[in-house]
């Protein structure tokens, strides 16, 4: 299922905020529910960086979207239970450094997370 939301987050990545947005709360719950399955935490983390990164005209909606859903701390949450997967890691820092660029309270978030 966590596949499948990625797919959809790539899709949605080029098109509204709303869009990209919906499925923020599902990847949360996904990686809460799942977390010590590194497939879905490395799937989900990917689906976040694409959210967060891509359509500049919607990507600090969907980075505020992003940290109000509360996925910063399933972000670090990963990143503290798969310390020894490079992916998660790599896919992590990518959603952490998309969410939190140049916005302080976003950056504290991460922080206080971990």
Request: charged content about 10%; proline content about 1%.
């Amino acid at each position: 299922a966590v596949l499948a939301l990625r797919v959809v987050a790539e899709r949605a990545s080029g098109g509204n905020a709303a869009g990209a947005a919906s499925v923020l709360p599902v990847l949360g719950a996904a990686m809460r529910a799942h977390a010590a399955n590194a497939f879905v935490q490395e799937q989900a983390c990917s689906a976040l960086g694409n959210i967060t990164s891509s359509n500049i005209a919607h990507r600090n909606a969907r980075r505020r979207a992003a940290a109000d859903a509360g996925v910063l701390l399933q972000i670090v949450a990963a990143m503290r239970t798969h310390t020894a997967n490079a992916v998660i890691q790599e896919m992590a820092c990518w959603a952490l450094g998309n969410i939190t660029f140049g916005n302080d309270a976003h950056a504290q978030a991460a922080a206080d997370a971990g």
